[in-house]
């Protein structure tokens, strides 16, 4: 009989191990999901025939911050070793990393004896798969947020930055995007960082539309940047079918038309409505753009002469509230923990439309002290210190996703003359995204020397923002079928120590953590003892 349980229990437990091997099961008890996977990011593993190979630069001698990032980076592996299989190493040399154009970040810090240490750190992992490589930054350094919030905002990033490398690695081909020209766009030197930074993951093409209703069919989004005349019956028919047959378009427009070459030249431009036949489009869409421009405390500065005589200008930064400083919104996965994006010349954005099914999500806004100037007006570069009182409306909406099924513009109306090969008209769309920014020159960069500078990066004051990551997120949420851009909307709750406290009850935690053990192992040990001698004094 024991004989035969002891077999039992001993084919119990291989079949236990057996099916624990074939089926994993993992639980995620943690509140915000810290260890769970998105179903995407599972499809693109299992999709994968061949090992995955990481080489990890994050290691070494790291403060306490970078270990957190070290070992979020080692968790997410290990998750995703589960549905594919992953090689990591861990190399000391870093030469790699510099052949590869990855620079390190030097680290500036005190100890406790006063002394500043310094320690160079390689924040990138390089992935490899059937001999293409993709390297990752794991490190987000956003301006204006701390060292724990960047290293926080890292870590949400964590699966983003290894699922998007790793699906780079797997297409087949790139798929195409499409800037439009033949309304005054920015040249191709205007747009270099733009384009550079979409060449990553896209083809990018530029040109005007034919009359050909199709020809934007081969494209997986379409860019119109920054128009200064106005779209024809056949150009507008065009974007619109193509939107109708599930295309997907990001539009940055002005609202109204000024001319800078005057404002530089004179001091003042006027300011008079834009119109680029596009609005009974948004409108359609659920979005208008109001001929009037915004002004905001929180802005650029311009170097103003303050100096009286001529010969000796004595430039200095004044605030400049027609280049406002936009808010990032945290509720969408284009802008969430994105830094401000810097805009010129931005004109508010409403919603219309009420109950039409489309989803919107607001983008971009003004600070809390924001004021309105309507058209016909003037802009003066002497209104370098307005009246603070009529800055009365807050958070301003200027940049908005759409997401849903959009009515066309021409579902009442004939094809216009000149198009070919339109077929009937498309009446209602297929489940398609749109954004729309009401600032022209927000995907612009300028250039210096014939030298192209950095999207949203601020010469005057030497100050980058967040104006590239911006405009690529936001293309890689309208092409994303395959749900990918939804993992930044991934949060990890930050929990920070309280540093003054921990300092000042050091010792008290250390006894406690040395001597609490002991006692309770000292107090179960003499309760053992105290039932032994009970039950066994009569024996």
């Not at 996977?37 to 190979?53: G, Y």
């Not at 490398?165 to 033949?182: M, N």
């Not at 038309?257 to 119109?275: M, N, Y």
């Not at 022209?440 to 999207?455: F, H, T």
Request: hydrophobic residues 40%.
């Amino acid at each position: 009989m024991k004989w035969r349980n002891l077999i039992i229990v001993l084919s119990c437990v291989v079949l236990a191990n057996v099916l624990a091997y074939a089926w994993i099961v993992r639980w995620d008890l943690t509140d915000d999901k810290h260890y769970s996977l998105s179903q995407a990011t599972k499809e693109l593993l299992l999709n994968t025939d061949e090992p995955i190979e990481v080489t990890l630069f994050l290691h070494g001698d790291l403060n306490a911050g970078f270990r957190r990032l070290q070992k979020a980076t080692e968790e997410t592996i290990e998750e995703m070793d589960v549905y594919a299989r992953f090689k990591v190493t861990k190399p000391e040399d870093a030469k790699l990393a510099e052949s590869l154009g990855l620079h390190p970040i030097v680290i500036h810090e005190r100890q406790q004896d006063g002394k500043t240490a310094q320690t160079t750190v390689y924040p990138y992992a390089l992935l490899q798969y059937k001999g293409k490589r993709a390297p990752i930054a794991l490190l987000k350094n956003t301006r204006g947020l701390s060292g724990e919030e960047n290293l926080n905002a890292s870590i949400e990033n964590m699966e983003f930055a290894f699922a998007e490398a790793l699906h780079l690695l797997q297409q087949t081909e790139t798929p195409r995007v499409a800037i439009l020209e033949g309304h005054g766009e920015p040249d191709e030197a205007h747009t270099y960082d733009l384009m550079t930074a979409l060449s990553r993951y896209y083809q990018v093409d530029r040109g005007q539309i034919n009359n050909d209703a199709h020809v934007l069919d081969g494209y997986k989004a379409v860019l119109i940047l920054d128009p200064q005349t106005a779209f024809s019956d056949q150009e507008r028919f065009i974007i619109d079918q193509y939107i109708m047959r599930g295309g997907a378009a990001l539009w940055a427009l002005n609202g109204v038309r000024f001319s800078e070459k005057v404002l530089q030249k004179e001091g003042f431009t006027p300011i008079i409505a834009l119109d680029l036949g596009l609005t009974d489009m948004m409108f359609r869409y659920g979005i208008r753009i109001n001929p009037a421009l915004v002004q905001d405390v929180q802005c650029l500065p311009i170097p103003v002469n303050v100096s009286d005589d001529p010969q000796q200008p004595n430039l200095q930064p004044m605030p400049w509230t027609y280049a406002p400083l936009l808010l990032t919104s945290q509720g969408s996965p284009i802008t969430r923990n994105l830094g401000q994006v810097s805009s010129t010349f931005v004109s508010p954005i409403d919603a219309v439309g009420g109950e039409d099914g489309i989803e919107k999500r607001v983008l971009l806004a003004t600070s809390t002290a924001t004021r309105l100037t309507g058209t016909p007006g003037e802009v003066d570069l002497s209104d370098i210190n307005p009246d603070m009182s009529k800055f009365q409306y807050q958070y301003v909406p200027v940049a908005v996703s759409l997401e849903g099924e959009f009515p066309s513009a021409f579902a009442h109306r004939m094809v216009p003359d000149g198009i070919t090969n339109s077929g009937s008209i498309i009446k209602q769309s297929a489940k398609t995204r749109q954004v729309v920014i009401a600032c022209g020159s927000i995907a612009d960069n300028e250039v210096q020397q014939g030298q192209p500078l950095p999207m949203g990066y601020d010469r005057y004051s030497g100050m980058q923002f967040s104006n590239r990551d911006m405009i690529v997120n936001a293309i890689l949420w309208l092409t994303d079928a395959d749900g990918l851009i939804s993992l930044r909307e991934k949060s990890v709750a930050l929990r920070l120590l309280n540093d003054k406290r921990a300092h000042d009850e050091r010792m008290k935690v250390q006894w406690i953590s040395t001597v609490s053990p002991i006692a309770i192992l000292a107090l179960i040990g003499g309760l053992v003892i105290i039932i032994r001698r009970k039950k066994y004094q009569y024996v």
